[in-house]
């Protein structure tokens, strides 16, 4: 696998297959914070001392492929260009501070990007693992098996009373961090949201928007994680979230219901006018793009609107943000009036290529 | 000629090919107002009175298809329901006034409905002639033939001094009055258009919405009229006319020019938006519906988008309408939600038709 596959594919594979819930769960994620003992956690490490981790995880690589089966892939990230770089965070594969601050950072990869390794970040070793739907068991799993591979061949620092130490108190104890990628537009437009936020918050929860913290939730998705990372085991902590992502789902599905029951040619006309919009604007801003395609996904999940495959939503939220568009344009200079025209262009024919594809009979 | 062909055709004939400078000019309309010696005004005349204008007026059917050729058909107005009435004010047929106290009210019209008498609205006659495009003189030579096959049946009340003697003094001497349909969203989109109406205020002209007055400008459609009948020769008053709306469609056409010069993608994008939305929405009212059919017949006038036929704007500018929508449908007992409804599908009817029509090469 070459590193422009990552780049240029809109959607890494697992993401091309709804998995369970998909209807309203995106994916699942596992992080596991690990550090390595006798060096100093990356903010305060001296360029030799992050040189020496990014060389250790390289050497593992081969380890990591012998153990999973899969291809792994080792990229410097200094390597890449800054656009480059933000395509990956827009794949959600790198964090924002991991692409800002690339030199003597790295990433760890496998083949179908369901597996990535950010070396450097905040820890020396952010383990990654990202299903399709609602599935933080499988996550989880996987993220061990990982973790198993690294520690049998480092010193990763633990401590009996602390846990895995990490640089941040927060992440203290299991390193976990799990999350969950909801399309909640049912919520949103029946105004139950803030609600709901709050009670998640309560629990122990955060709710972010689609990039993680400071966004706004851009196309009604949201992404729910534990905040807790001390004083629960590893399944304590999936199960908690797993629960609580389930009362929202239900909450979800009731209220697409409900908004279908009680205003079915005020859904059904919001779900065809984004459509129509998608189909025909020649300008359109990132954030439009997101509010339209999900109320076209909703419709797709309501049966209000047929002929779009599932994975169109998946793949248009990834092709229509800025890096992404600008790396498939193959410029990365343009303004935002440019991008806006690009993007409309971009939705524009992958409608139109679904729409052969259906009068073809290919679906 | 039925009637019902008159109620049921969703364009009266002329309407079907533009006229001259059919970009910016729907059409041009003169009215005569015509009474009856010895005979009150219709707001003081009593039923019989009434009654008797009408018997004239029917007697004299058979003359004027004589002396022009074409058939005439004699309507009493509380023969039709008054859905049936709505639909001739929505097709300015009739004015809302004649068409809300139909006793003893009537109505003589051509079969392509390019001439019409109104008989008993605020004069005992008002001729009027419509032409589409830019075309006063044509309609004023046709409104006088008219006038001389009725003028030399009836005592028609005339004073060398005052000229036509009319109910409202406004339409005292020549009982002219001359009106062009104007569709002007350059003007609008560029905030021209205040200027302009005042300009054209200050010249004695009248400037009113589409429907006449108290009405919005739905659609961009405005409808510019002489307010002076005394004082100047009917040549005058037109030649007047028609300098004023030659000056407002060169303004027209350079706003335009200059939003398609200065903002090609912003232009495309909301022509394309518009027919986006009308292909596609299950919900519209009127307003929105004739602000859509505005941008788009301003995207065929630009050549933005093709394979719309000319006239389409023209037909559903009045298909769209309340009356005639409900007249179509066979329920005149339909909410507001549920007209909403039925606009959108016959709209995303028409276009689909079209886009038919085009597919087999029939443009």
Chains 1, 2 share one sequence.
Not at 29 to 50: D, H, M, S, W
Request: hydrophobic fraction near 40%.
């Amino acid at each position: 696998m070459a590193y422009e596959y990552l780049l240029d594919q809109p959607l890494t594979p697992w993401m091309n297959h709804p998995g369970k819930d998909g209807d309203v769960v995106l994916s699942s994620r596992i992080r596991l914070a690990r550090n390595i003992c006798e060096l100093p956690f990356p903010n305060k490490a001296e360029a030799a001392q992050l040189s020496k981790v990014e060389d250790k995880l390289e050497g593992l690589t081969e380890d990591l492929m012998a153990d999973t089966g899969d291809d792994y892939l080792f990229i410097a990230l200094d390597k890449l260009t800054s656009l480059e770089r933000n395509v990956l965070v827009e794949k959600h594969i790198i964090s924002p501070n991991h692409a800002a601050q690339p030199e003597n950072r790295a990433l760890l990869v496998s083949n179908d990007a369901t597996v990535s390794v950010m070396v450097n970040e905040e820890d020396h070793l952010r383990i990654q693992c990202m299903f399709p739907g609602l599935n933080l068991g499988d996550a989880l799993v996987l993220a061990h098996k990982i973790d198993d591979t690294l520690e049998a061949r480092l010193d990763i620092a633990f401590n009996e009373q602390l846990g895995y130490l990490t640089a941040c108190p927060t992440n203290l104890g299991t390193g976990l961090r799990a999350s969950v990628m909801m399309h909640l537009p049912g919520l949103v437009f029946t105004r139950q949201i803030t609600r709901i936020v709050n009670a998640a918050t309560q629990l122990g929860l955060a709710v972010r928007g689609f990039y993680g913290e400071g966004t706004e939730a851009a196309g009604n998705i949201f992404q729910i994680s534990n905040q807790i990372t001390l004083g629960f085991s590893e399944q304590e902590i999936i199960d908690n979230l797993t629960s609580a992502v389930r009362q929202i789902l239900n909450h979800e599905r009731s209220a697409r219901q409900a908004l279908y029951k009680h205003s079915p040619v005020a859904l059904t006309d919001k779900v065809w006018r984004a459509y129509g919009l998608l189909k025909y604007a020649r300008s359109m801003s990132g954030q439009e793009a997101l509010s339209l395609l999900s109320e076209l996904r909703l419709g797709v999940d309501l049966n209000i609107i047929d002929a779009i495959r599932p994975a169109l939503f998946n793949e248009l939220v990834v092709t229509t943000r800025p890096n992404y568009l600008q790396k498939i344009i193959g410029n990365d200079d343009l303004n935002q009036s440019e991008l806006n025209r690009f993007r409309a262009q971009l939705i524009r024919e992958t409608l139109e290529a679904m729409d052969q594809d259906n009068a073809k009979g290919v679906v």
